[in-house]
């Protein structure tokens, strides 16, 4: 094989690697159109050494000015906080659940109040059975903020897409309660 031949191979090489990876979709990725929707909301009761019956999630690990009971000073940095909190179709507490989001978020930053996610939606309703995985940063300066839907099991296998969240209540540093707009765009 020539030199010529094999610079012509590696040109229409690239040009198929170049075509192969670009949007194929009709345009931007803002344009995409989910496969699925939910809008859920959670409740989160941070145990505060008084509220045991009640809280659903607890500080588990603090920096060593810290403690276990109180979120630390400097935006919280350092706070590692483990959830099991409960799932409604509505922004009322007292909602029958429609499942759990079980995971954990931790405080990263000293100089911004953000925090950083890793949890679980576990449904259990007659429309859906299963679970979907969240990961990703929640910069709680911005209103609205995404982080990323890797995966699930059940109704959602394989499920990927996007979970907008945006703080619909907060009281003090014991009750919070996200409104998430799920939007997959990976559906099997």
């Known amino acids: 094989m020539g030199a ?107 100089k911004a109040f953000t925090a950083w996610f890793a949890f679980s939606f576990i449904l259990n309703t007659t429309d859906y059975h299963g679970n979907f995985h969240l990961i990703g940063v929640d910069a709680t300066s911005m209103k609205i903020r995404d982080i990323s839907i890797i995966g699930g099991t059940g109704d959602f296998f394989m499920h990927r897409g996007i979970a907008s969240i945006t703080a619909d209540a907060v009281e003090g540093e014991v009750y919070f309660r996200l409104r998430v707009d799920i939007k997959f765009y990976e559906c099997w």
């Open 4 to 110: 010529h031949t094999t610079s012509t191979i590696l040109v229409l090489f690239f040009m198929f690697l170049t075509l192969s990876s670009s949007d194929n979709h009709e345009g931007n990725s803002k344009y995409y159109k989910p496969c699925k929707r939910l809008v859920l909301y959670f409740h989160d009761i941070l145990y505060n050494g008084k509220n045991a019956a009640n809280a659903t999630s607890a500080i588990v690990g603090a920096p060593q000015w810290g403690n276990r009971t109180n979120l630390a000073n400097q935006n919280h940095f350092g706070d590692v906080v483990v959830f099991d909190d409960p799932i409604t179709l509505d922004n009322n507490l007292h909602s029958p659940p429609v499942g759990r989001a079980q995971g954990l978020y931790l405080y990263d930053t000293k």
